[in-house]
């Protein structure tokens, strides 16, 4: 018989192995319902992060051309990343709908835009007002379903229609540490230019080159400036010089921003022209010069633009007087985004550099800048102040000593000004640029 001791120490071991066994069973159950949950978690995970097949159906506006397909363009690869080469294609449906299916990731909210082919004819609101990009959150058996109000060339646009003229090269996505985002580049070579290997040609910067040389990309309403068919003509006969013409595109949306010096917005965030011209001298210049054979120095380097490319381009020259000899403006915009304060260009950089300036009467028209890049355009004191800066920068041509008709031309045009209007202003700038039919020359060696 066990003694009473004996039993009492048994009957505290037998407490403690229950106290245990319970412990163990608790913990057991705790662990399987982690688990359970971690499994369940997983599992969330797994179905959120799984590809599905998203539709979209996208109802056209009234005025939408019958033959122009319509594209999407949004924040994933699945929709393009927002490039311009990468649209993706919505298909026309018997009702008159477009349509397609895109694999996207299930629960994840997606960005996006209708187009129809290019970004000047990117969708507006039902005033012709920019709006906010769309928003949807895939899901199953959820179909994306978007009603575009109107668009911002009214279906005038004809992407697509390719109207290069004479030896075009198109650098894509050519990178630029100085803004943070590639662009694309488009070149325009001279006659002959492949034939005469020892010849060297000066070279002019235009800013915006989606609007200068192809109707495919063109900005307004699929109107071109048409700098390659009149530089073709000028320089075969003999006209003007040959010259280079450098073209990189602008960056879509942040367009102002980079075209916008320092101190003309209230956010500097907003202002970065500083980098734009770095962008342009130490960037895109040294690639152009050990691609192409440029004459390099000062007084056969020059840059322009039209509405705030005309901006930019007049400050990266005062900016840069050592790299740029001659600068080619169409109605330029000379004031900030708020279109208050207003770029002092005056000073003694002016002087040994030529100008070409032309300005039109009735601003850019609607829906276009450099008026509506900040205000209507048909706002008449809006027009006046664009005017009366234009003859504020003559006067700095005058103060700084420069002849008229010699050291820069300066015309005021009346109408509207816009892309349909600059192709008319192309001869007579290059004429005044480039007259002669005799290259400059320069003994420098290319740099490879």
């Not at 159950?29 to 971690?38: F, H, K």
């Not at 539709?55 to 056209?60: A, E, H, L, M, T």
């Not at 010096?261 to 209230?266: E, T």
């Not at 956010?267 to 970065?272: I, N």
Request: hydrophobic residues 35%.
């Amino acid at each position: 018989m066990l003694s009473p001791k004996m039993k009492k120490t048994l009957s505290v071991l037998f407490g403690l192995f229950v106290v245990a066994l319970l412990g163990i069973v608790a913990w057991s159950m705790n662990r399987t319902r982690q688990a359970e949950n971690e499994v369940a978690e997983l599992k969330a995970r797994s179905d959120q992060a799984q590809m599905i097949e998203v539709g979209f159906v996208v109802k056209p506006p009234a005025g939408t051309p019958e033959n122009q397909p319509l594209y999407l363009s949004g924040n994933a690869p699945a929709l393009g990343n927002w490039e311009p080469t990468q649209f993706k294609q919505l298909t026309k449906q018997s009702d008159g709908n477009y349509a397609g299916t895109f694999e996207l990731q299930r629960g994840r909210e997606y960005s996006f835009k209708v187009t129809r082919g290019t970004w000047g004819t990117v969708e507006r609101g039902g005033k012709g007002e920019d709006i906010p990009n769309h928003a949807c959150t895939a899901a199953d058996n959820q179909p994306v379903q978007v009603a575009v109000a109107s668009w911002l060339d009214e279906g005038k646009s004809q992407p697509g229609r390719n109207t290069l003229t004479g030896a075009v090269v198109l650098h894509t996505k050519f990178p630029s540490k100085a803004l943070g985002l590639d662009r694309d580049v488009i070149v325009f070579l001279p006659p002959k230019y492949d034939e005469n290997e020892d010849q060297r040609y000066p070279v002019l910067y235009v800013q915006d080159g989606q609007n200068l040389f192809n109707s495919a990309t063109a900005f307004k309403e699929g109107y071109e400036w048409q700098l390659d068919e009149t530089a073709q003509r000028l320089m075969s006969s003999g006209q003007v010089k040959p010259a280079i013409i450098v073209g990189p595109y602008n960056a879509g949306e942040f367009r102002t921003i980079e075209f916008t010096p320092p101190g003309l917005a209230d956010d500097a965030a907003k202002a970065k022209g500083d980098q734009y011209a770095k962008f342009l001298v130490e960037e895109l210049k040294p690639f152009i010069d050990s691609r192409y054979r440029t004459l390099t120095d000062r007084a056969n380097t020059g840059v322009g633009g039209g509405a705030m490319g005309g901006l930019i381009a007049l400050y990266t020259a005062k900016a840069k007087p050592e790299t740029f000899g001659f600068v080619a403006v169409c109605s330029p915009w000379l004031r900030g985004p708020d279109g208050m304060k207003k770029l002092d260009l005056a000073g003694d950089w002016m002087k040994q550099t030529r100008f070409y300036v032309d300005m039109g009467t009735k601003g850019g028209g609607a829906g276009y800048p450099p008026f509506t890049d900040h205000t209507s355009a048909s706002n008449p004191q809006t027009v006046q102040n664009a005017l009366a800066d234009a003859k504020e920068l003559v006067a700095a041509f005058d103060s700084a000593g420069l002849q008229k008709g010699k050291d820069y031309f300066y015309e005021e045009v009346a109408g509207e000004y816009n892309e349909p209007a600059w192709q008319a202003r192309m001869e007579p700038m290059l004429m005044f640029l480039f007259k002669g039919g005799t290259p400059a020359s320069q003994p420098t060696a290319r740099a490879e």
